[in-house]
C-alpha cells in the first residue's frame, strides 16, 4: 500500500496541473461508502499536503479540488442511502464491516444531523455517515446545511495538516544541519 500510495504522490509531484482532478477522485473516494472503505485517500491527502511545503504544487488548487470531490462523494452517498435506504446496508462491502455500519447508526442517534459534520474527520464514520444521512431520511437541503462546510473544512484541514507536517520536518532538517 505504501507503494502505491508513494507512487501516487511522485505522479502528482511531476504533474501539478493534474492536483485539482487527482484531489477531487481521491475526496470523492473517500467519501463515497461503497468506495471509501477501499482507498487510503486521507493518506494521500495528507502527503499531497506535503507536497505544498516543498513547493513542488499549491495548495488552492488541491483544496478546491478535495472540497469538490468530498462535496460530490458525501453526496452521491447520501443519494445511495435516499433511493435504496436500509437494504444497502446490508450489500457489499459494507456487509464485509458490519462495525462501520453499527458505528454511523449510533453516530445518528446520538448527534443527529452533526454527525455528518463530525463524519468528515472521522475516518471510521466516514465510510458509512453520509450514506445513513440518506437512509435517515434527511432531506437534502438540511443534510447540505452541515455537509457543504464540512467538506470545505475537511478539504482544507487534512491536506494542510500534511503541509504543516512537512514543513516541520523541512525545518528540523535544516536545524539538525542536514
Given at each position: 500500500?505504501?507503494?502505491?500510495?508513494?507512487?501516487?504522490?511522485?505522479?502528482?509531484?511531476?504533474?501539478?496541473?493534474?492536483t485539482f482532478w487527482?484531489?477531487?477522485?481521491?475526496?470523492?473516494?473517500?467519501?463515497?461508502?461503497?468506495?471509501?472503505?477501499?482507498?487510503?485517500?486521507?493518506?494521500?491527502?495528507?502527503?499531497?499536503?506535503?507536497?505544498?511545503?516543498?513547493?513542488?504544487?499549491?495548495?488552492?488548487?488541491?483544496?478546491?479540488?478535495?472540497?469538490?470531490?468530498?462535496?460530490?462523494?458525501?453526496?452521491?452517498?447520501?443519494?445511495?442511502?435516499?433511493?435504496?435506504?436500509?437494504?444497502?446496508?446490508?450489500?457489499?462491502?459494507?456487509?464485509?464491516?458490519?462495525?462501520?455500519?453499527?458505528?454511523?447508526?449510533?453516530?445518528?442517534?446520538?448527534?443527529?444531523?452533526?454527525?455528518?459534520?463530525?463524519?468528515?474527520?472521522?475516518?471510521?464514520?466516514?465510510?458509512?455517515?453520509f450514506l445513513m444521512?440518506?437512509?435517515?431520511?434527511?432531506?437534502?437541503?438540511?443534510?447540505?446545511?452541515?455537509?457543504?462546510?464540512?467538506?470545505?473544512?475537511?478539504?482544507?484541514?487534512?491536506?494542510?495538516?500534511?503541509?504543516?507536517?512537512?514543513?516541520?520536518?523541512?525545518?528540523?532538517?535544516t536545524a539538525l544541519?542536514?
Amino acid at each position: 500500500m505504501d507503494g502505491w500510495i508513494s507512487s501516487v504522490l511522485s505522479f502528482i509531484e511531476a504533474n501539478r496541473e493534474w492536483t485539482f482532478w487527482i484531489a477531487l477522485a481521491f475526496a470523492f473516494g473517500e467519501t463515497v461508502a461503497l468506495v471509501s472503505i477501499l482507498i487510503p485517500s486521507t493518506a494521500i491527502l495528507v502527503g499531497v499536503g506535503a507536497l505544498v511545503a516543498t513547493g513542488a504544487i499549491d495548495f488552492p488548487p488541491l483544496w478546491a479540488g478535495a472540497a469538490i470531490g468530498a462535496f460530490l462523494g458525501s453526496t452521491f452517498s447520501w443519494w445511495l442511502g435516499q433511493s435504496f435506504g436500509q437494504s444497502i446496508l446490508g450489500a457489499w462491502p459494507l456487509s464485509r464491516y458490519p462495525e462501520n455500519t453499527q458505528k454511523g447508526v449510533e453516530a445518528f442517534r446520538r448527534w443527529g444531523l452533526y454527525a455528518v459534520v463530525i463524519g468528515h474527520f472521522f475516518g471510521p464514520l466516514r465510510s458509512v455517515v453520509f450514506l445513513m444521512a440518506g437512509v435517515s431520511r434527511i432531506r437534502f437541503l438540511r443534510f447540505q446545511s452541515v455537509n457543504l462546510p464540512g467538506c470545505i473544512a475537511w478539504a482544507w484541514f487534512v491536506p494542510k495538516f500534511g503541509e504543516v507536517g512537512g514543513r516541520l520536518l523541512g525545518w528540523l532538517w535544516t536545524a539538525l544541519g542536514f
